[in-house]
């Protein structure tokens, strides 16, 4: 491992000082979860208080239930209790914690229980976790209670599990905010136990809770859901530490598997394959596929690769893009980075002598991967892979190859002006200048070619004999034709890949910062027509596309930008627009839904629904890769809440 792969991750740092930074101006939070009411989370939270506060803590009690439990209140006697508000709704009057009382009593440590409650109407806000943040960004650290039925993410499989809606909910940007999530757990069996002794609720509120929502099965479903999430968010504080600290070892703390993808029928073979063993294993799963500079102009090779990747995507996987020249290298960085314990990968099987010339991706990794397992597959395949180097052959114009030849021409004839005037050595420098010429078009082939045929025309024509490849004096010439063969080749190679990173970096830069660069444009425009032509025109630079912005008429839907163009789709297109519409999904181009089509459609989605469709048609043969999928949605839902703002 070189001294550059142990440094930490520079945006990973960064990050990590930002959260430091956000965390000296604002409160931290501590959620205490559990997977039913009675299972201890106020006690918890209680007790952990009253060891603080032993400390010298300036600690005090917002809201805390006791739902009549004698424990709760012994506890709560040794702390300074915040009265609650008194708010009149439809002639009862409704105790609230009273968030403007807290504010002016500033504590280092507040304990407020039941995040996931509703405020009485006439509160300042809806929710008590809106309090809970208010408290933490005026700097003051919070103690709360929540059980897993409330989190907003889980709340379909909630209610399929306890068979009935869950109304209050806390949004999952909460938990993300909490410092600590503790896990307050009880066997299902010990709190069925507890309700029936009447410490969970009043003895004829806990014979209903029983019959209904306090079932061994549902408790235990909660169970798991509470000990997954709980999991989850110490997974992720794993892996925030272990990339910011730059540790490059895997830590098995969990399963979590990558698979190689690439363009060929065998990687559906593999992603087959990983998705079954995640499924055994209960892991998080990884498609990932490579763009390396021998690749980037093969059409055929990348959207093969890209609709491989969306067959993972559909079966679970999270689908990642890289790039870099070398695939082994890469896959490895990147599975490190994401402590990866497994990597599945095809292995191509051919003649010993082809190794000679050509690494097997597969042994390569299985060499490097120290402490990361590797499962190699191989096997036949429906049809036969065609040659990597044919499909590049087709994919690079004949032009370059009597380029390069015009080239090295160009540097002899320089040369054969030069000799007369500069020591033999000297003439190399011209043709190394036409190597990197060649190579600024980030084709390896031609670059290779002009390398050779510049070490054969300089031995040619200036080294002796002249006129003959053959050299004399084997110690001097021999020494500076084999050197700059090896020193063309490097350079050829380097430029290459400079040229093919700096291309990502800058088409990663533009897409960065293009959601910042429409939502500043379409901010500062008015007007229906206007925006279309704002929003349609930066979406087309983006992507590289024409874009039409179809809206909903009477009858159909009719093309809206360009205005008055004599654009006529077909009734196939016409019924893909449709489609995307009325479903509110992509279609199109590169999706599972009418895919024939030539271009993709994504539908515009307002708060209340789609409100018109975007048709966006690719200018090269190339699909549009996932991430630029992603990228278009967000364009389009920061299209579809201008337009909808407007209209209002």
Same mark, same amino acid.
């Given at each position: 491992?070189?001294?550059?792969?142990?440094?930490?991750?520079?945006?990973?740092? #960064?990050?990590?000082?930002?959260?430091? %930074? /956000?965390?000296?101006?604002?409160?931290?939070?501590?959620? =205490?979860?559990?997977?039913?009411?009675?299972?201890?989370?106020?006690?918890?939270?209680?007790?952990?208080?009253?060891?603080?506060?032993?400390?010298?803590?300036?600690?005090?009690?917002?809201?805390?239930?006791?739902?009549?439990?004698?424990?709760?209140?012994?506890?709560?006697?040794?702390?300074?209790?915040?009265?609650?508000?008194?708010?009149?709704?439809?002639?009862?009057? $409704?105790?609230?914690?009273?968030?403007?009382?807290?504010?002016?009593?500033?504590?280092?440590?507040?304990?407020?229980?039941?995040?996931?409650?509703?405020?009485?109407?006439?509160? /300042?806000?809806?929710?008590?976790?809106?309090?809970?943040? %208010?408290?933490?960004?005026?700097?003051?650290?919070? =103690?709360?209670?929540?059980?897993?039925?409330?989190?907003?993410?889980?709340?379909?499989?909630?209610?399929?599990?306890?068979?009935?809606?869950?109304?209050?909910?806390?949004?999952?940007?909460?938990?993300?905010?909490?410092?600590?999530?503790?896990?307050?757990?009880?066997?299902?069996?010990?709190?069925?136990?507890?309700?029936?002794?009447?410490?969970?609720?009043?003895?004829? !509120?806990?014979?209903?809770?029983?019959?209904?929502?306090? !079932?061994?099965?549902?408790?235990?479903?909660?169970?798991?859901?509470?000990?997954?999430?709980?999991?989850?968010?110490?997974?992720?504080? +794993?892996?925030?530490?272990?990339?910011?600290?730059?540790?490059?070892?895997?830590?098995?703390?969990?399963?979590?598997?990558?698979?190689?993808?690439?363009?060929?029928?065998?990687?559906?073979?593999?992603?087959?394959?990983?998705?079954?063993?995640?499924?055994?294993?209960?892991? %998080?799963?990884?498609?990932?596929?490579?763009?390396?500079? /021998?690749?980037?102009?093969?059409?055929?090779?990348?959207?093969?690769?890209?609709?491989?990747?969306?067959?993972?995507?559909?079966?679970?996987?999270?689908?990642?893009?890289?790039?870099?020249?070398?695939?082994?290298?890469?896959?490895? !960085?990147?599975? /490190?980075?994401?402590?990866?314990?497994?990597?599945?990968?095809?292995?191509?099987?051919?003649?010993?002598?082809?190794?000679?010339?050509?690494?097997?991706?597969?042994?390569?990794?299985?060499?490097?991967?120290?402490?990361?397992?590797?499962?190699?597959?191989?096997?036949?395949?429906?049809?036969? #892979?065609?040659?990597?180097?044919?499909?590049?052959?087709?994919?690079?114009?004949?032009?370059?190859?009597?380029?390069?030849?015009?080239?090295?021409?160009?540097?002899?004839?320089?040369?054969? #002006?030069?000799?007369?005037?500069?020591?033999?050595?000297?003439?190399?420098?011209?043709?190394?200048?036409?190597?990197?010429?060649?190579?600024?078009?980030?084709?390896?082939?031609?670059?290779?070619?002009?390398?050779?045929?510049?070490?054969?025309? =300089?031995?040619?024509?200036?080294?002796?004999?002249?006129?003959?490849?053959? +050299?004399?004096?084997?110690?001097?010439?021999?020494?500076?034709?084999?050197?700059? $063969? $090896?020193?063309?080749?490097?350079?050829?190679?380097?430029?290459?890949?400079?040229?093919?990173?700096?291309?990502?970096?800058?088409?990663?830069?533009?897409?960065?910062?293009?959601?910042?660069?429409?939502?500043?444009?379409?901010?500062?425009?008015?007007?229906?027509?206007?925006?279309?032509?704002?929003?349609?025109?930066?979406?087309?630079?983006?992507?590289?596309?024409?874009?039409?912005?179809?809206?909903?008429?009477?009858?159909?839907?009719?093309?809206?930008?360009?205005?008055?163009?004599?654009?006529?789709?077909?009734?196939?297109?016409?019924?893909?627009?449709?489609?995307?519409?009325?479903?509110?999904?992509?279609?199109?181009?590169?999706?599972?839904?009418?895919?024939?089509?030539?271009?993709? =459609?994504?539908?515009?989605?307002?708060?209340?629904?789609?409100?018109?469709?975007? !048709?966006?048609?690719?200018?090269?043969? %190339?699909?549009?890769?996932?991430?630029?999928?992603?990228?278009?949605?967000?364009?389009?839902?920061?299209?579809?809440?201008?337009?909808?703002?407007?209209?209002?």
């Amino acid at each position: 491992m070189s001294m550059d792969d142990a440094r930490p991750n520079p945006e990973r740092l #960064l990050k990590k000082v930002q959260e430091e %930074e /956000r965390h000296q101006h604002t409160g931290k939070l501590k959620i =205490y979860l559990g997977a039913a009411p009675g299972v201890g989370k106020t006690y918890s939270m209680l007790e952990d208080a009253l060891e603080q506060q032993k400390e010298g803590r300036d600690i005090i009690v917002g809201v805390a239930e006791s739902h009549g439990r004698k424990e709760i209140d012994t506890l709560l006697n040794n702390f300074e209790q915040l009265p609650r508000q008194q708010i009149n709704y439809h002639g009862q009057t $409704l105790p609230e914690f009273d968030l403007d009382e807290a504010l002016r009593r500033h504590p280092q440590l507040i304990l407020i229980d039941e995040m996931a409650h509703t405020n009485a109407p006439g509160t /300042r806000h809806k929710k008590r976790w809106q309090d809970i943040k %208010e408290l933490m960004d005026r700097g003051i650290d919070v =103690y709360t209670t929540l059980n897993v039925q409330h989190i907003e993410s889980l709340n379909d499989d909630v209610s399929h599990i306890i068979h009935a809606p869950v109304k209050e909910t806390v949004p999952d940007s909460m938990m993300e905010k909490a410092d600590t999530i503790e896990l307050v757990d009880l066997p299902p069996e010990d709190l069925i136990k507890r309700l029936r002794e009447g410490k969970v609720y009043f003895p004829e !509120r806990a014979e209903l809770a029983e019959k209904h929502f306090f !079932r061994k099965g549902n408790l235990t479903a909660l169970r798991e859901l509470a000990l997954r999430t709980t999991a989850e968010r110490v997974s992720s504080q +794993v892996l925030l530490y272990r990339q910011g600290e730059g540790i490059q070892h895997i830590w098995p703390t969990k399963d979590k598997i990558l698979v190689c993808v690439g363009p060929g029928p065998e990687s559906q073979k593999l992603i087959r394959a990983a998705f079954k063993t995640a499924s055994h294993l209960k892991a %998080e799963w990884i498609a990932v596929y490579v763009d390396t500079p /021998r690749y980037t102009s093969a059409d055929e090779i990348r959207n093969d690769a890209i609709l491989n990747l969306r067959l993972a995507e559909q079966l679970g996987a999270e689908i990642r893009v890289l790039t870099g020249s070398d695939v082994v290298s890469e896959v490895l !960085r990147f599975a /490190r980075e994401q402590n990866v314990t497994e990597i599945i990968v095809w292995k191509h099987i051919r003649p010993r002598w082809k190794n000679l010339f050509h690494h097997n991706v597969s042994d390569e990794l299985v060499r490097l991967s120290n402490e990361i397992d590797v499962y190699i597959m191989t096997g036949s395949i429906e049809r036969p #892979l065609q040659p990597a180097v044919s499909s590049h052959h087709a994919s690079v114009p004949w032009l370059i190859y009597l380029f390069s030849f015009g080239i090295v021409g160009l540097a002899t004839l320089i040369n054969l #002006l030069l000799y007369p005037y500069l020591a033999t050595p000297n003439l190399v420098m011209v043709y190394l200048l036409g190597v990197v010429i060649v190579a600024l078009f980030a084709k390896p082939i031609p670059s290779v070619i002009t390398s050779a045929l510049s070490v054969l025309a =300089y031995d040619y024509f200036f080294v002796e004999p002249f006129y003959s490849v053959m +050299v004399y004096n084997k110690l001097n010439d021999l020494f500076t034709v084999g050197i700059m $063969l $090896l020193v063309t080749l490097v350079i050829s190679h380097l430029t290459i890949t400079i040229r093919h990173q700096a291309i990502t970096a800058k088409h990663f830069q533009q897409r960065t910062s293009a959601l910042y660069n429409l939502s500043r444009r379409l901010s500062k425009t008015r007007g229906v027509e206007k925006l279309l032509a704002v929003g349609a025109l930066y979406i087309e630079e983006i992507f590289n596309s024409k874009v039409l912005v179809l809206l909903p008429k009477p009858h159909q839907l009719e093309i809206a930008y360009p205005k008055g163009a004599k654009i006529k789709l077909s009734e196939k297109e016409k019924g893909v627009a449709q489609w995307s519409f009325d479903m509110g999904q992509n279609a199109g181009l590169g999706t599972d839904t009418l895919p024939a089509s030539e271009a993709v =459609y994504i539908p515009l989605l307002a708060s209340k629904g789609p409100i018109g469709v975007l !048709r966006i048609q690719p200018k090269t043969n %190339e699909l549009f890769s996932p991430e630029e999928m992603r990228l278009m949605e967000a364009c389009a839902n920061i299209f579809a809440l201008s337009l909808e703002v407007d209209r209002r």
